[in-house]
């Protein structure tokens, strides 16, 4: 009786974790104490097997989600099969394309700012084009990431030949890249002059991405990458707010010229 009794409260003392007992639990508790505890242990078992072969246990064995597809506007879902797997919009060449032309766009930019040293003392341009090196060569490095993974070029130019791109044409200037004039009048000024040459070419530069941006948005297809996506997002928004501290700039210097 006393080894039925030791399994019944040892079977009980498992569902919740207890630690087994053994004889001296028997020998150390009276016979109504361990009566009482016998059936109380009898009946957690009872209640646990009730709950192991209920109905709601037995439609939780089955978890595998359901794949639906919505339907148009107005129709129901389509249940689609378990195995169905979603798939990643195909990159269109557009999107390469404009990773390869911002790659160029930004290392002038890049060029740019790496002048503004050496041609001024204006603490505020110095801090701007800190700012504007730092993002810029960041997001060229995001760029190169994500061509090289997909197994594309990172430059438009045909190999061998930095001038000329892949269809053996002359390479364009990106929209709003400054002219090699542009870029020899910048390196030559000095002072006052170089401050107004860097934010008039470098907002004619940031107008230029935005509309590569949206040249790529405009283009069937295209822009559907994730990382992209958020990318030329980013970038559109970070160049129009730059454009706004430049105009304030000039704005600035306009006036202090002027008394």
């Known amino acids: 009786m006393r080894d039925r009794e030791l399994a019944a409260i040892n079977r009980a003392g498992r569902l919740f974790n207890c630690p087994p007992q053994s004889n001296s639990f028997l020998f150390y508790h009276p016979p109504k104490f361990r009566a009482a505890n016998r059936t109380v242990a009898l009946l957690a078992i009872g209640i646990f097997a009730v709950a192991l072969s ?25 249940p689609l099969p378990p195995s169905t797997r979603g798939t990643v919009p195909p990159r269109s060449p557009a999107d390469v394309e404009f990773m390869q032309g911002m790659i160029m766009h930004h290392q002038q930019a890049v060029e ?49 030949m930095p001038e000329m791109d892949r269809s053996g044409r002359p390479m364009a200037l990106m929209p709003g890249m400054l002219t090699p004039e542009q870029m020899d009048a910048l390196r030559k000024s ?59 700039m000039l704005q600035k210097k306009s006036s202090e010229e002027k008394q």
Do not use: C, Y
């Open 190 to 248: 000095k002072g006052p002059d170089f401050d107004h040459l860097f934010l008039t070419g470098m907002i004619q530069h940031h107008n230029g991405a935005l509309t590569m941006v949206k040249d790529l948005f405009d283009t069937a297809g295209a822009g559907q990458d994730a990382d992209l996506f958020n990318f030329a997002t980013d970038a559109d928004n970070t160049q129009r707010a730059e454009i706004k501290i430049m105009e304030s």
């Open 54 to 78: 209920s109905p709601a246990r037995a439609q939780q064995k089955d978890t595998t989600p359901a794949v639906v597809q919505p339907g148009a506007p107005g129709q129901p879902t389509k």
């Open 112 to 160: 740019m700012t790496a002048l503004i040293p050496a041609h001024t003392d204006n603490k505020n341009l110095h801090s701007l084009g800190a700012k504007i090196s730092s993002s810029q060569s960041s997001e060229i490095r995001f760029m190169q990431r994500w061509l090289a993974a997909r197994g594309e070029p990172l430059s438009m130019a045909m190999p061998g």
